[in-house]
């Protein structure tokens, strides 16, 4: 008998209970993001979709509601299911076990 292996799907409250804030306003993506200090964020959409996506962003110094440049650090597409075990040890990383 061959066991399989179950991954819990991750939602937003999953990572809102760790620190996510919902954002003031629609996005297609029904986005959370994380602050990082120093005008970064992490930004996580399509949670628990085969779109889900997790992004390092920068945001203007002046305006933070404008992001000036943005990397994509998980995409179902390639890395496939996002974890919450994978989105903490991103923000250990970053914050130095700040999450």
Known sequence: MRSALIIKTMT???LIEIGFKKIPHF????SVIYPLGRHRHLSAGCVG???EMLWICETDDQNETKINDLVCIHNW???G???IEKVKMLI????????
């Open 12 to 14: 937003n409250d999953d």
């Open 81 to 83: 299911v996002l974890t």
């Open 49 to 51: 979709t085969p779109n």
């Open 77 to 79: 597409d390639y890395d």
């Open 92 to 99: 250990n990383t970053i914050c130095g076990g700040s999450s």
């Open 27 to 30: 996005t297609i993506a029904n």
